[in-house]
């Protein structure tokens, strides 16, 4: 895998902060980005890897709907033991979707991956066992998160699991303060300065909406999962399974 460069996109003062994009700048350092804004990612991608070992049944596909560089695709191919399978990773940023090709094939695996550059809104979802939308949900528009939802509950098998990890928004305006304000205080440790948390802030708010995670559970039991279970938390970051 090609070593990440260090994150410095937001440390110089801009006149304008534009909106965030998985462009080819971020594409250059997204694995320190992710490992020094993201408190337990690598936990996460551990368990995903987990849950395919024990949800992935023989001779059905394992989606990443919004794939990046792959790290939930490869922690899954490491993790299924069953044969048939096919591994279909989606993402609608050019730059990501060249890299992830590459990570792909620099590591050996018995299960077929297939990466597609394309919107996560326009793939159908067929003989599914587990769907994984690892911090992408928050990208897409609030009105179409509940179709794609359906759609990912309409092309699981019985049993399949859906792993979803995001930001979040606490509905009481103290503590979600109060988890903001830790999530700042580990980037701080992390090595950002106030000045990048802020631009950042900025770049993101235009595109990233976080829901709360009783929206999260609400909107999975409303289109038919039959449980559901917030399994990871770190400050305003978590993980949850659902069942179909």
């Given at each position: 895998?090609?070593?990440?460069?260090?994150?410095?996109?937001?440390?110089?003062?801009?006149?304008?902060?534009k909106d965030f994009a998985f462009?080819?700048?971020?594409?250059?350092?997204?694995?320190?980005?992710i490992s020094r804004s993201v408190p337990g990612y690598n936990t996460i991608i551990d368990t995903i890897g987990q849950f395919s070992q024990q949800y992935v049944t023989e001779s059905t596909n394992i989606y990443d709907l919004g794939c990046s560089l792959g790290a939930a695709t490869l922690a899954m191919r490491q993790g299924i033991k069953t044969k048939g399978c096919r591994i279909i990773g989606v993402d609608n940023s050019a730059a990501m979707v060249?890299?992830?090709?590459?990570?792909?094939?620099?590591?050996?695996?018995?299960?077929?991956?297939?990466?597609?550059?394309?919107?996560v809104l326009a793939i159908s979802i067929e003989n599914a066992s587990m769907v994984v939308l690892n911090?992408?949900?928050q990208f897409i528009d609030p009105d179409k998160r509940a179709q794609l939802i359906q759609t990912i509950f309409?092309?699981?098998?019985?049993?399949?699991?859906?792993?979803?990890?995001?930001?979040?928004?606490?509905?009481?305006?103290?503590?979600?303060?109060?988890?903001?304000?830790?999530?700042?205080?580990?980037?701080?440790?992390?090595?950002?300065?106030?000045?990048?948390?802020?631009?950042?802030r900025t770049a993101l708010e235009n595109v990233m909406k976080p829901d709360s995670l009783e929206d999260h559970h609400l909107r999975l039991a409303n289109t038919g999962f039959s449980q559901s279970s917030t399994w990871f938390q770190c400050y305003n970051f978590f993980s949850l399974f659902a069942i179909k």
């Amino acid at each position: 895998m090609t070593p990440s460069k260090p994150d410095l996109i937001f440390s110089h003062k801009q006149r304008q902060v534009k909106d965030f994009a998985f462009d080819a700048h971020v594409v250059e350092v997204f694995p320190d980005m992710i490992s020094r804004s993201v408190p337990g990612y690598n936990t996460i991608i551990d368990t995903i890897g987990q849950f395919s070992q024990q949800y992935v049944t023989e001779s059905t596909n394992i989606y990443d709907l919004g794939c990046s560089l792959g790290a939930a695709t490869l922690a899954m191919r490491q993790g299924i033991k069953t044969k048939g399978c096919r591994i279909i990773g989606v993402d609608n940023s050019a730059a990501m979707v060249d890299r992830c090709r590459r990570h792909v094939l620099a590591f050996k695996g018995e299960t077929p991956v297939e990466i597609i550059e394309d919107d996560v809104l326009a793939i159908s979802i067929e003989n599914a066992s587990m769907v994984v939308l690892n911090f992408t949900l928050q990208f897409i528009d609030p009105d179409k998160r509940a179709q794609l939802i359906q759609t990912i509950f309409d092309g699981l098998t019985p049993g399949g699991i859906l792993v979803i990890s995001d930001k979040f928004i606490h509905p009481d305006n103290a503590c979600n303060q109060t988890l903001i304000d830790l999530h700042h205080d580990f980037k701080r440790a992390n090595g950002y300065s106030d000045l990048e948390i802020a631009q950042k802030r900025t770049a993101l708010e235009n595109v990233m909406k976080p829901d709360s995670l009783e929206d999260h559970h609400l909107r999975l039991a409303n289109t038919g999962f039959s449980q559901s279970s917030t399994w990871f938390q770190c400050y305003n970051f978590f993980s949850l399974f659902a069942i179909k």
